[in-house]
Each structure stands twice: as C-alpha cells, then as structure tokens.
C-alpha cells in the first residue's frame, strides 16, 4: 500500500518503534477501532521519525514524548472537546468515537493535527485525512489514504493554507528518524 511513498522517501535502515502484529492488536482493542492498513506499514517501515524536519505521524510504540499516538489522541480530544464547547460555530467535528469524527494520526511542529475523517461505517482503508489547526479552527480534506497524502506531500504535490508555503514547495522532503 505504501509503495509509491517508499519510492519517494527512503525508509531508514533501522526504523525505531515499530511495533509487532501483536503490539497492533493491543493498540487497536485500547483505541477501539482498527487502523488503515497503510498507516500501520507505514510505522512498521518507517517507525518514529520526522518528514521534512516539519511532520510526524504518531506512533503508538514510541513512549517519549508527545509523538506518542495514545497520549497525544488524549490531549487532541480534550482540547478539541473544549475549543468546540467555548466556539461551538467554529469547531464543527465530532472527536472519535462518534462517525464522521475526527481520528488523530499525526502533528507538525507548528501544532497542526493530521486526522482520519473516522466512519464506522466505512473501511478504515478508505477514509478520507484530514488537517485541523486550534489557531484559526480551519480543516481541509483531502480524499486519499494516509500514505497518499504523505507521498504526495513529500512530492510537494499537495497545496494547503495549513502548512508554511516555503515547506510546502520543497520536493523529495527526507525522513529522519529519532
């Protein structure tokens, strides 16, 4: 599924926090929903690292810090649930578990968040991704899977108000692990 990323952003040779088929399992049953498979290749071959020294996709193996899936799901949710409860007009999602809610995947440095648009309903292969920030409660869509969206980003394919223009014209963005 990642393939076409793998072509445009070398992996490291020792990816770190990886996580096995049984660590997976443990992550999804505490989450409460299965995870896009290319999501999980992607921490499989990848592990915990930035793209372009400006994104992370979150990683539920790696313990340190705030590039920890759970614990940052955790912050993201409050803090989302409280920015929705204080400008009701401006926070229009729902957080995860409720369908077509927000389901945090990643973060840049500037504090944006990187989500799948959760639906029970729907496989999770096929979700949608998305990017909110808390600053200016803006959310763009993209109609991809994760490793799409991040194979086109690393391509400098991808345009957005969300991410620095300078960032965003960068082409081959390399990922460097911790």
């Known amino acids: 599924m990642i393939e076409n990323l793998i072509k445009v952003m070398t992996p490291p040779e020792h990816p770190l926090a990886t996580g096995s088929k049984d660590d997976w399992a443990v992550v999804e049953k505490t989450?409460?929903?299965?995870l896009p498979d290319d999501y999980k290749e992607y921490i499989s071959i990848y592990g915990i690292g930035r793209i372009g020294d400006f994104l992370w996709a979150l990683n539920p193996f790696y313990v340190e810090g705030s590039a920890n899936l759970m614990e940052t799901m955790e912050y993201f949710q409050d803090?989302?649930?409280e920015f929705k409860r204080d400008f009701p007009e401006d926070f229009l999602k729902e957080v995860f578990p409720k369908d077509n809610s927000l389901l945090l995947w990643g973060m840049t440095d500037n504090g944006d968040f990187l989500y799948w648009a959760y639906d029970s309903n729907q496989n999770p292969n096929n979700w949608k991704v998305g990017i909110t920030n808390m600053r200016d409660d803006e959310e763009y869509i993209f109609n991809m899977n994760m490793s799409t969206f991040l194979e086109k980003l690393?391509?400098?394919?991808?345009?957005?108000n969300a991410f620095p223009e300078d960032w965003l014209?960068?082409?081959?963005?390399?990922?460097r692990k911790l």
């Open 31 to 34: 989450i409460g929903t299965i």
């Open 79 to 81: 803090s989302y649930i």
């Open 154 to 160: 690393v391509k400098a394919e991808i345009q957005t």
């Open 169 to 175: 014209k960068i082409k081959n963005k390399p990922f």
